[in-house]
């Protein structure tokens, strides 16, 4: 769908960074709201998941035994930002009930994306194997991405995980302004680091892909979001629908591709109040 675009279409429509001029603002707020959020809260740090140098994930101990985990990845178009840019997104989760795992994986260029999703997968179930120590249920994750980390958790909706259950221990999804079809990629100034052959974009693109779990999905953009990046989420939200899923798409007004992640923090707005019913669901 992509053929009739110029070069400066695909720069317009899928680099969020010129899309918001003063992002390296945001980014640098979230990294110091995350930090102070990690002064306040108990927590285990840097856990290692994996022989990779960036494996790592941080874990924060619900309030009570036997809650539901909320596993959160990252953006930054696999070869960018960590976990500690993210982090101020645990407080009104911990206070909603749930158990926070923060994850790390390695980075584009040095390892390709192909591996970025195995290691997602893994840290999955390193999580899984963990949640006890967190008062979390093993079989109550949700798993949740922003940008790029919506598109690794889209890859574990699409998973085989050979445990004959279809994965039923992920029990919903939470996907915000993600990037679901990788053929734009080629394009874009992100090739430099993240080199894609055509079998990789077919078995990489959540849109090419078969949803193999069953569980509720919410599925977010920004209303300043460029048209064709907004675009792939309705798309993906359609996909998912067509496929006998449970599927609720929203648009946030007013938010670009660096301001919504905040509003997975809002614990008043509509897309956390979407979040609190797929943890309680």
């Known amino acids: 769908m992509y053929e009739a675009l110029t070069e400066a279409d695909f720069v317009r429509h899928f680099m969020p960074r010129l899309a918001v001029p003063d992002h390296e603002t945001w980014l640098s707020e979230d990294h110091a709201l995350s930090a102070s959020m990690r002064e306040r809260l108990r927590h285990r740090r840097n856990e290692r998941y994996g022989p990779g140098p960036l494996q790592l994930i941080d874990l924060f101990p619900a309030k009570a035994p036997n809650s539901p985990v909320f596993v ?74 922003n940008s790029a980390g919506a598109h690794l958790a889209a890859m574990l909706l699409s998973r085989d995980w050979n445990d004959g259950a279809k994965a039923a221990f992920i029990q919903g999804a939470v996907l915000v302004t993600g990037i679901y079809d990788l053929a734009p990629i080629p394009h874009i100034q992100v090739r430099e680091d993240v080199a894609l052959t055509p079998a990789d974009i077919e078995r990489l693109s959540p849109l090419r892909l078969k949803p193999r779990v069953k569980a509720p999905v919410v599925i977010a953009a920004g209303g300043d979001e460029p048209p064709l990046w907004i675009d792939q989420s309705a798309r993906y939200h359609r996909q998912l629908v067509e496929a006998g899923m449970e599927s609720e798409y929203m648009l946030l007004p007013g938010h670009h591709h660096f301001s919504i992640s905040r509003a997975i923090a809002e614990p008043e707005g509509m897309l956390f109040r979407a979040m609190r019913r797929v943890l309680e669901s």
């Open 72 to 145: 959160f990845i990252h953006g930054g178009y696999w070869r960018a930002l960590s976990k500690d840019h993210f982090g101020f997104i645990a407080e009104p989760l911990l206070d909603a009930g749930a158990a926070v795992a923060l994850v790390d994986y390695d980075l584009c260029p040095a390892v390709p994306l192909a591996t970025v999703v195995e290691q997602c997968a893994q840290a999955v179930a390193w999580i899984r194997g963990q949640a006890r120590s967190i008062n979390g249920d093993p079989d109550r994750l949700v798993v949740a991405g």
